[in-house]
């Protein structure tokens, strides 16, 4: 779940908890969505810590540079040698 879901979670628990007068036999809508933005809120918390860690720099190491063989044409700078 990605930080989209959190706050939809989030968003759809408020919804649940203070938008909502409806009656359920059975259900606690109020307490439905109370959970839903704590969960939504541990994945948000979730989230940042895991793209805090992702975010962590690392010099830069020294470049590796290849260095061709020397082949001897028969010539030498653009001259022949």
Do not use: K
């Amino acid at each position: 779940m990605g930080l989209g879901g959190c706050i939809i979670l989030i968003a759809v628990g408020a919804i649940l908890t203070f938008a909502t007068d409806w009656d359920m036999q059975g259900v606690n809508l109020d307490l439905v969505g109370v959970i839903f933005m704590i969960v939504g809120l541990i994945g948000v918390a979730t989230f940042s810590s895991i793209a805090r860690r992702r975010r962590v720099v690392v010099p830069p190491t020294t470049p590796v540079v290849e260095e061709r063989p020397h082949t001897h044409d028969g010539y030498h700078n653009g001259y022949g040698a």
